[in-house]
């Protein structure tokens, strides 16, 4: 079945930086786009980062400048390496991707202190 595990979430300050990871398996992970999504407390689950199968990202306006999703279809792996971390960032960041259905991970907690 189709496996997505997210890793790489912590407690960051204002500024900082943190680098997710998703590692996916049950696909034929080179011919799916990856997506990272984000839920924090009380609001919608929003999306983050997009990556195509090409390689062409794209991004939330929030996020644009700061975040960067990249993938290797050699390890299965999508990442998310976010810059100039900001309290509002502050969320349970999910890895998703779709065929015929939705596949989700379970999610990392990103907290930023300000």
């Known amino acids: 079945q189709v496996q997505l595990v997210e890793s790489g979430g912590g407690l960051v300050q204002a500024g900082g930086s943190l680098r997710l990871s998703c590692a996916a398996s049950g696909i034929i992970f080179r011919v799916y786009a990856m997506d990272w999504y984000r839920q924090a407390p009380g609001n919608q689950r929003e999306l983050v980062a997009s990556?195509?199968?090409?390689?062409?990202?794209n991004y939330a306006d929030s996020v644009k400048g700061r975040f960067t999703i990249s993938r290797d279809n050699a390890k299965n792996t999508v990442s998310l390496q976010m810059n100039s971390l900001k309290p509002e960032d502050t969320a349970v960041y999910h890895c998703?991707?779709?065929?015929?259905?939705?596949?989700w991970g379970r999610g990392t907690q990103v907290t930023v202190s300000s």
């Open positions: 990556i195509t199968r090409s390689g062409n990202a």
């Open positions: 998703h991707t779709s065929d015929s259905k939705d596949y």
